[in-house]
């Protein structure tokens, strides 16, 4: 009899995680869920660990259309930020001439060629609405790092590169301004083909602070966010 009440009991307890897994839901995403807070607040710095678009307009819902985001709602600064870290888009409010949207699924697979490629699409789909549309993107664990810019629907410049396998993703390109000086690894290069190059020391190798500089000459720094004035008193958007 108590190893049939057992059966029964471990029987029921596989059927209700069936059954949230079936509807898409599971009891520890329900204890997790957090209310979404639309009290307007202040701008967050952010931009470590983190892929962003900066655009040039405050056209949040065009840029949902080209986006395609989905489930999207009203969110403040901080559920937005919060919501960016996890598993969501935030589109914030505009700053300067700028909105920006953040959020580690704008490159689903890693920062791999194709994340890439469909980043690319996406800004010169923008730019060629909106005059411009930049993207960024950073992670130190693997030493991750990317810039991109497109201008009326063309990439004028791409510099990926994954020091986790010491290689570039994609180049495209001539440096731009906010690069001079700089004599960045290049290992999709001809000269890389030789070993001595490998070797080189007076090769330039990006990290998240050469990411944020040149952030902040094409647009928006997102990590000095709290030391701008120009940001419009609205909410933003969450979506993913």
Do not use: C
Not at 32 to 44: A, G, H, M, S, V
Not at 122 to 134: D, I, P, W, Y
Not at 163 to 174: A, D, M, S, V, Y
Not at 205 to 212: I, T, W
């Amino acid at each position: 009899m108590k190893i049939l009440i057992i059966i029964g009991i471990v029987a029921f307890i596989f059927l209700a995680i069936w059954i949230a897994k079936r509807n898409g839901v599971t009891a520890q995403y329900k204890k997790d869920l957090k209310e979404i807070l639309t009290k307007r607040d202040t701008p967050i710095d952010f931009g470590y660990k983190t892929v962003w678009i900066a655009v040039k307009t405050n056209d949040k819902k065009r840029i949902i259309e080209i986006l395609d985001l989905k489930n999207t709602q009203d969110a403040n600064w901080k559920s937005g930020i919060e919501t960016a870290y996890n598993d969501g888009i935030f589109i914030t409010p505009q700053i300067g001439e700028w909105t920006l949207v953040v959020g580690m699924q704008l490159m689903r697979n890693g920062g791999s060629l194709n994340d890439l490629n469909e980043l690319e699409t996406k800004l010169n789909q923008l730019s060629s609405e909106f005059g411009e549309a930049q993207s960024f993107g950073t992670h130190r664990v693997v030493e991750y790092h990317h810039w991109m810019k497109s201008v009326k629907g063309k990439t004028v410049r791409i510099y990926s590169y994954l020091g986790e396998k010491g290689e570039n993703i994609k180049i495209f390109g001539e440096p731009t301004t906010a690069e001079t000086g700089l004599n960045l690894f290049n290992s999709l290069s001809k000269e890389a083909a030789s070993d001595s190059y490998w070797e080189r020391e007076d090769l330039d190798y990006p990290d998240e602070e050469l990411v944020m500089k040149i952030a902040e000459e094409w647009s928006v720094n997102p990590t000095k966010l709290s030391q701008w004035n120009d940001v419009k008193d609205e909410l933003g958007i969450i979506g993913n």
